[in-house]
């Protein structure tokens, strides 16, 4: 049977086919059929009648830098789709875990850097990719060569400009797979300058493979290039529907004998008529009644919009997938009631994926700054410090927090594992209430020092101190990022 099927093929008159001719021949004879899957030859699945087979993915051109711009500049959904999660990754901030804190955040304030950092994320989301350059005093005049770490005297943000985007920063000398060094930058006063990756602040836009990336000159895409299609689909859907709402009524006039008057093809028929139709409708217009003839009849018809709805929700659920915002973050709606009025699952899924972008994007710049000014102020250069929470409680679960806490130490404190003066001073060791469990430093030398009631030795203090420190005020590794880490 399947020998006779494949003499059949190679019986046809045309003996010169070619292989892929060949292949589908014996495919659409139900022998072959390259690909892995289901297969039917009788019901035409996994062949070449079927016509899910015959659909190719197409890569369109890549979307211009001018067309970028003009869709942030007009585009509501848009910008919305570019800036959430820009905004809400700078949003809580930071909490610097070395003792001047206070001077790092109050520089960062007085700079504006949170509002650069904003800025720069976005322009990369939007564009592909943007540096930040730094003005840094370590005496070294090659712009091109690394930071003298050990001469610096301060850092200036803002000098060269806040903000360029990848148009105007490339790599110099780009070699496929391996991270630049120097970028030739094009500021405005200057002209074209070469400068080190460690005097730049890197943000990267959405990664779409190493290839994309050697393409781009060590670039990643923009978010315009994911999102362009089911934004234009969803933006076509609603101008139909507003379309359609425009029209949605439609007067319908009957009038007696119109079609042995149309075919007289005479052009003062034409003109009556029209003046027929203007007259009825100035006359509902103004005095809600229409005046008809024995012949003639006047009603409204409505255009049927049924499921509608449903066309524009695919729409719009396609485009939060493939922009990656849940809809209770773009479009401002609850999602349902399964997943609860607010979208409370919804929202932190989206927080996982802003945590993802701190992690990726921030912490690595925030690093590189914290480092720089750190030495400036004459510190070892080491700065710990984590993002805030971005989700925040409301009062009542505040309360509910505070109250569980305090229950909890009140249990320790009864079995002997915290004294009362330790939890007064790990809740209110920064002067608001902290439910986390931290060790002031300073607290816990005062408990070491009393070596009579423990039995320690002195040198015992420094190692028990560090992994007391390690274990207690670092709960979790991930969300704590360190210069040491670089």
Known sequence: MLFDKILNVFKKDDADLSVDEIKQELEGAGIWHEDSGFVSSNLGFGTSRDKAMMFQYGISGRISHSVKDGMYRTSGLMR??????????????????????????DWMDENDIWNIMSQAMKVARLQGGS??????????????????????????????????????????????????????????????????????????????????????????ESIVDLIYQPLMNYSADHNAASTMVKDFSQGIFTLGDYRKY??????????????????????????NTIVLGPDEDYKRQSTNVQGLDSLIRLAKDFLCANGGI????????????????????????????????????????????????????????????????????????KAQIRKLTAEADAIEINSGVLTPEWVRAT?????????????????????????????????????????????????SVKAIYDTTDE
């Open 80 to 105: 919305r789709i570019v800036d959430l999660p820009c905004n809400d990754a700078v949003r809580t901030g930071v909490d610097f875990m070395v003792p001047y804190s206070d001077a790092i955040e």
């Open 131 to 220: 540096v930040v350059p730094l003005d840094i005093d370590d005496g070294e005049t090659d712009l091109s060569k690394p930071v003298n770490e050990k001469n610096i005297k301060s850092v200036k943000v803002g000098t060269y400009g806040p903000v360029l985007s990848s148009q105007r920063a490339w790599p110099r000398n780009y070699k496929p797979s391996v991270q630049p060094e120097v970028y030739t930058l094009q500021l405005s006063d200057i002209g074209a300058v070469d400068m080190h990756r460690s005097r730049l602040l890197v943000f990267q836009g959405v990664y779409c493979g190493q290839e994309n990336v050697d393409r781009n000159q060590g670039w990643y």
């Open 262 to 287: 149309m075919s007289q093809n005479s052009n003062d028929v034409v003109q009556a008529t029209l003046r027929r139709m203007q007259a009825m409708d100035k006359m509902r217009s103004m005095i």
């Open 326 to 397: 849940p809809h209770n973050k773009l479009f401002s709606e609850s999602p349902g009631a399964s997943l609860g009025e607010s979208g409370g699952s919804q929202t932190r899924d989206w927080y996982d994926t802003v945590a993802d972008i701190q992690r990726t994007t921030l912490a690595p710049n925030l690093r590189k700054l914290g480092k720089y000014k750190s030495i400036e102020m004459k510190e070892d250069g080491k700065v710990r410090f984590r993002f805030n929470p971005l989700w925040q409680p409301t009062a009542m679960d």
């Open 427 to 475: 809740r209110y060791a920064y002067g608001d209430y902290d439910a986390r469990v931290t060790v002031p430093e300073k607290f816990l030398e005062t408990e070491l020092s009393n070596k009579a009631v423990t039995g320690r030795k002195d040198s015992d203090d420094e190692a028990l101190k560090a992994m007391i420190l390690k274990r207690i005020n670092k709960p």
